[in-house]
């Protein structure tokens, strides 16, 4: 080799070399300064909200309302997973990281999709019957190298953000309670400590919400949302006030109120704001008998985020008995309200009033109905409290209530557009049939229980339908000044997902027809929309590398929308989740859907008499009806479209356990096969009765 040559090479090498240097360089790693300063790197989608207010808005706007019909699909990698993906991903320099139903992350370069590591925590299967509503994750946090993240059976669990090898795991849950809890949320991680609550309420599981310092994992302080037994614990002075509002023994009841999403932090002010649970048993009659508020369920209280100790609260719902937690997503702004620049937390709970509160104070400023709403007729703004329906507090005889236990809103996050000035999220209208069960017994440790009828009478609930308004189910855009709708996009199916703004005026939102869809944020006039064959219920995130603004949707139909869903078919859906990532111009192709069981099959004949078909039919409302939908229609699976080998494989299935790993636990633990061959002729009943309506569904 001639010696210029060689230079050159040389040359060329330390070129190489440098480059590389650069792009492994470690980056400024994600810390609290960072985070509060997002908007100094719009590219960049640092935590679950993207900013501690969580507006889940995008500064970036080289997609706009002109070019966005020239978004495509730029790469997807398939999860792998069946049932809800609620997780938007986090991009930290070029890395996206996606959490998946089992707590399944994966990061990924974000321009490829390449996997660059994978982690499973292993949750035991137990899990899919212990949660509630669906195996759902709802997200990550980035803190100094790290990535956190919570798993169904309570762990709180720090990977190393570039190996994907754990550094600490902590178990957030008490050891030796009786309760049935599980943990669902997205970690958050504010001055330095990561922010956990749970779920359980379903099961009257007592909620609470720990603090633990993010490098080591140790516990920093706690808050109770039901005040633990006073005759045993030396109370807080928050504590103290909370257990006045409470009756009889409710420490031996549990209370629900488990606060397993929102979280959020305004560095400022130093608080923590954190959205807690229904109350459970959901009839208060059985856990605080003679009524009372029962705080701190169904509130957003205020932290103080150096000690958990309580700052205020506001109770959305006192003495809830409606399942209306207040866990929904909170999100925080400063806007002008009667000529005063107002810093406050926005909130649109289960219960159907949209909130606008003083954060600093806890001062309700404005409540207005964002969906239709029986149980108050509105909210009093001299006292804060519901004006209610005195008929809501229901007796032994059955009524119909709005919203139902699924809520106007649940845990889909909202979007906010600073320059629309408008609030995005999914409204579903609905209606639960509600009424005091005289023979009810809460058993600590069991699983769901409600003290309410509910969906155990099928005839009163079909009557009730009959008479009820039709469902309706809209993405709505709602001016938090005003306390006002400004438009609305109507959908003809329950289930449409989380939502994204960004500054090209445009707004992102799954739907449950399985399309990604793009609507200008001022007007929602519709400006793109793909197939993605998946619903995307999880809301997309948007970042920008090399110049080029993505937008990525982790994608998987399920949760507990999906497991409530009534009278929708299936959609034609992919049968595994997928991380979608979209660009103008992006040409990648999904593979064409492969359905299991295309083809609608006749039933076997009906066996057995009316007495067992009855018997099957309260069973399977006790035991089957939470995941597989009221009245055996829609649900997470539609059992009246089970194939002929289904058929045949259902004591396996139902008692064998022969599906686990997909979510379809054994029910061994609590059916004889003599009972699970009842609710199987209770379903054949059910397929001959919609046989018409199946064969002409889609
Ligand atoms: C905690 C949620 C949950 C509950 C409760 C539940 N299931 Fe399931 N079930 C599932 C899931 C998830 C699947 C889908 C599994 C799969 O993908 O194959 C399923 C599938 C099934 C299937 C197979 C259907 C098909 O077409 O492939 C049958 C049969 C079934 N369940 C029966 C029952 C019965 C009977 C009960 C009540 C005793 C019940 N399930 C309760 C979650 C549940």
């Known amino acids: 080799m001639g010696r210029l040559l060689k230079c050159a090479a040389v040359l060329a090498g330390i070129a190489i070399f440098a480059s590389l240097a650069q792009a492994a360089a470690p980056p400024r790693p994600v810390d609290g300064a960072r985070i509060a300063n997002a908007d100094s790197e719009p590219g960049q989608w640092l935590s679950i909200g993207r900013t501690y207010d969580e507006q889940r808005h995008s500064p970036l706007k080289q997609i706009t309302t002109a070019n966005v019909k020239n978004l495509g699909l730029a790469w997807y990698a398939d999860l792998g997973s069946v049932r809800g993906v609620e997780a938007s991903p986090l991009m930290v320099d070029g890395v996206l990281y996606v959490t998946q139903p089992w707590n399944i992350t994966t990061a990924y370069d974000a321009r490829t999709g390449k996997v660059l590591w994978k982690y499973d925590p292993k949750v035991p299967v137990k899990y899919a019957r212990i949660a509630c509503c669906d195996i759902d994750a709802r997200g990550l946090a980035a803190w100094k190298g790290k990535i956190i993240q919570a798993t169904l059976d309570g762990r709180l669990i720090a990977l190393n953000a570039r190996t994907g090898k754990v550094i600490w795991s902590v178990q957030t849950l008490d050891e030796g309670t009786p309760w049935a809890y599980t943990v669902t949320g997205s970690p958050r991680v504010f001055d330095g400590k990561v922010l956990i609550g749970n779920a359980g309420a379903e099961a009257a599981a007592p909620g609470y919400?720990?603090?633990?310092?993010?490098?080591?994992?140790?516990?920093?302080?706690?808050?109770?949302v039901v005040p633990p037994n006073p005759n045993t614990t030396k109370l807080t002075k928050a504590e103290e006030m909370a257990a006045k509002t409470w009756k009889g023994e409710w420490w031996k009841i549990g209370g629900g109120g488990t606060p397993w999403d929102s979280i959020v932090y305004d560095p400022v002010a130093k608080l923590v704001y954190v959205g807690t649970?229904?109350?459970?048993?959901?009839?208060?009659?059985?856990?605080?008998?003679?009524?009372?508020?029962?705080?701190?369920?169904?509130?957003?209280?205020?932290?103080?985020?150096?000690?958990?100790?309580?700052?205020?609260?506001?109770?959305?719902?006192?003495?809830?008995?409606?399942?209306?937690?207040?866990?929904?997503?909170?999100?925080?702004?400063?806007?002008?309200?009667?000529?005063?620049?107002?810093?406050?937390?926005?909130?649109?709970?289960?219960?159907?009033?949209?909130?606008?509160?003083?954060?600093?104070?806890?001062?309700?400023?404005?409540?207005?109905?964002?969906?239709?709403?029986?149980?108050?007729?509105?909210?009093?703004?001299?006292?804060?409290?519901?004006?209610?329906?005195?008929?809501?507090?229901?007796?032994?005889?059955?009524?119909?209530?709005?919203?139902?236990?699924?809520?106007?809103?649940?845990?889909?996050?909202?979007?906010?557009?600073?320059?629309?000035?408008?609030?995005?999220?999914?409204?579903?209208?609905?209606?639960?049939?509600?009424?005091?069960?005289?023979?009810?017994?809460?058993?600590?440790?069991?699983?769901?229980?409600?003290?309410?009828?509910?969906?155990?009478?099928?005839?009163?609930r079909a009557q009730l339908r009959a008479v009820m308004p039709k469902p309706q189910n809209y993405l709505v855009a709602w001016d938090p000044v005003k306390q006002k709708e400004a438009w609305r996009v109507n959908y003809q199916r329950n289930g449409s997902g989380g939502l994204l703004s960004t500054a090209g005026n445009l707004v992102f939102q799954g739907t449950a027809d399985t399309t990604l869809a793009a609507y200008r944020a001022d007007t929602g006039a519709k400006v793109w929309e793909m197939p993605v064959q998946q619903v995307p219920i999880a809301a997309p995130i948007s970042y920008m590398l090399d110049g080029v603004q993505y937008i990525a949707v982790a994608a998987g139909y399920g949760g507990g929308r999906a497991e409530m869903a009534y009278n929708t078919v299936e959609p034609d859906v992919a049968e595994y989740g997928r991380l979608l990532v979209f660009k103008l111009g992006g040409k990648a192709v999904l593979p064409k859907v492969t359905i299991a069981n295309p083809t609608l099959e006749p039933p076997p004949r009906l066996t057995g008499s009316v007495d067992d078909v009855l018997v099957g039919g309260e069973l399977y409302a006790k035991t089957c009806s939470g995941c597989h939908g009221d009245e055996a229609r829609g649900g997470l699976k539609d059992l009246r479209r089970m194939s002929a080998q289904t058929h045949k494989d259902f004591q396996n299935i139902v008692i064998g356990g022969a599906r686990k790993e997909r979510g379809m636990l054994s029910f061994a633990d609590v059916l004889t096969p003599a009972q699970a061959e009842n609710i199987h002729r209770f379903l054949i009943k059910r397929i001959n009765d919609d046989w018409i309506e199946l064969k002409n569904a889609k």
Not at 211 to 222: F, H, I, N, P
């Open 209 to 224: 919400l720990t603090a633990y310092d993010a490098e080591t994992g140790k516990k920093a302080w706690r808050f109770h």
């Open 277 to 460: 649970g229904n109350g459970g048993p959901y009839n208060q009659v059985f856990r605080s008998p003679g009524g009372g508020d029962n705080l701190f369920l169904a509130s957003v209280v205020a932290l103080k985020v150096e000690n958990g100790d309580y700052v205020w609260h506001y109770q959305e719902t006192p003495g809830d008995q409606w399942d209306y937690t207040s866990t929904q997503p909170i999100m925080l702004a400063d806007l002008q309200i009667g000529g005063r620049l107002r810093k406050v937390a926005m909130h649109a709970p289960k219960n159907g009033f949209f909130y606008v509160i003083d954060r600093l104070t806890g001062e309700l400023i404005s409540a207005e109905k964002y969906a239709p709403v029986t149980w108050a007729e509105r909210i009093d703004l001299k006292t804060g409290r519901p004006v209610e329906n005195p008929i809501s507090r229901y007796g032994t005889t059955p009524i119909s209530i709005s919203p139902g236990r699924g809520g106007a809103h649940n845990w889909h996050p909202m979007a906010y557009n600073p320059a629309a000035g408008l609030v995005y999220f999914p409204v579903t209208f609905s209606a639960d049939i509600y009424a005091y069960d005289p023979n009810f017994k809460q058993v600590p440790g069991g699983i769901i229980q409600t003290g309410s009828h509910q969906s155990n009478m099928p005839e009163v």
